[in-house]
């Protein structure tokens, strides 16, 4: 077995299934330390399915919205690995309904899950890479905060707000080692796109220049250069990954 990566920790929430998955899997298999985060029984045996060496992988429940949680998963990584020099902030959900017949728990729900949990995370994750003078932030956004869409008013306005966050926060950190990114997929092969039916999933393809939808490994191996020291002079910047969808 090849040596760990320079003992370089990984933290990926929402690691379970579609981007989250691909990406904890990418980790895990180039030998770093990876520890994932899920909230169902069923995202446990999916993660621990995967995990071969437990002395490099962990699967561990967190609800992103719990600060409690937040602050007892970290202690947990801690305790056991040491201090997490990646972050990739993969959780999030969609609530979706027109503006006009979206309740206020349907806006809340969102906000709180895939931007205020971003928030609480990197805050938690930014204290162990000052004191180390190193770190990756890599926050997974989507082409509909760069495009907007109709009954994603609340998905759109949180992955919006990313941007903002990445390159404010990138500002702030840099003199301390530490790069803020975020990678925004278009459409992506996932469960939730496989419920699409053939034609809804053909009329997609025509929409996008490349004709096709992407693959999760498309998202992974973007997430393993940013977390790479090949990508040590890049920070405050959102790179698309949709075939050319939105450019």
Do not use: C, H
Request: charged share 25%; proline share 1%.
């Amino acid at each position: 077995m090849s040596e760990i990566i320079d003992n370089r920790i990984v933290l990926i929430t929402g690691a379970n299934r579609g981007i989250g998955l691909a990406i904890f899997k990418a980790f895990y298999d180039s030998n770093y330390i990876v520890i994932g985060t899920y909230r169902s029984e069923s995202g446990q045996e999916i993660l621990n399915g995967i995990i071969s060496d437990e002395s490099r992988a962990a699967a561990m429940r967190m609800d992103v919205t719990s600060k409690e949680d937040v602050s007892d998963v970290f202690q947990k990584v801690r305790e056991r690995f040491g201090s997490i020099s990646t972050l990739i902030n993969n959780a999030g959900i969609t609530q979706d309904n027109l503006f006009m017949r979206m309740k206020d728990e349907e806006w809340d729900e969102v906000i709180d899950t895939n931007l205020n949990s971003v928030f609480r995370i990197t805050k938690e994750s930014i204290k162990d890479m000052i004191k180390s003078k190193y770190g990756r932030i890599i926050n997974i956004g989507s082409v509909v905060g760069l495009s907007g869409n109709p009954g994603q008013v609340n998905y759109a306005s949180s992955k919006s707000a990313l941007l903002g966050f990445t390159k404010s926060l990138a500002r702030e950190l840099a003199s301390r080692n530490i790069t803020v990114n975020t990678i925004s997929p278009g459409f992506i092969e996932t469960d939730m796109t496989k419920k699409l039916t053939d034609d809804q999933q053909t009329a997609i393809a025509k929409s996008i220049p490349l004709s096709r939808l992407g693959s999760t490994d498309d998202i992974a191996n973007l997430a393993m250069f940013l977390a790479s020291d090949k990508a040590s002079y890049i920070t405050g910047e959102n790179i698309n990954v949709n075939g050319g969808l939105y450019m």
